[in-house]
């Protein structure tokens, strides 16, 4: 496995991210940003965090997948919401954990970006994903 995350002693223990991802793989794969579409274009869950959240990590780990990757080998995610406010915390870990199980999710290290709007009218989410693998 060429990516080891991590949590360094003497700083914050958040619980749905690691700060450090340390990568010894030699093939690089970046994701454009995914938002809450499905395969035939239709936005998913339109005015549900939770549900476009959940959708957008699906698009991500069919992005990955064929890149020959997986979240195991993700060193790195940026995800842009709309109208961020700390109050939405629980709807934005609820569409986490919706798709936890399903995708295995490795909590990455992460950036949540508050923005004020995205490329289209109703995409709340959008991300973007760095792995590496051998």
């Not at 936005?43 to 957008?56: E, F, H, M, T």
């Not at 990757?69 to 961020?84: K, M, Q």
């Amino acid at each position: 496995m060429p990516v080891t995350l991590m949590n360094p002693e003497g700083m914050m223990k958040p619980d749905v991210y690691r700060k450090v991802a340390v990568a010894t793989g030699s093939r690089q794969v970046h994701i454009a940003g995914q938002v809450a579409y499905d395969a035939d274009g239709q936005l998913v869950a339109r005015g549900d965090l939770a549900g476009q959240v959940a959708q957008a990590y699906r698009n991500v780990a069919i992005a990955l997948a064929a890149a020959g990757a997986t979240f195991n080998d993700v060193v790195r995610l940026t995800i842009y919401v709309v109208d961020w406010k700390h109050e939405r915390m629980p709807d934005f870990l609820a569409g986490i954990e919706q798709v936890s199980k399903e995708l295995n999710i490795v909590p990455a290290p992460a950036s949540l970006i508050g923005v004020s709007v995205l490329f289209e009218p109703g995409v709340l989410v959008e991300i973007e994903a760095t792995a590496v693998v051998d």
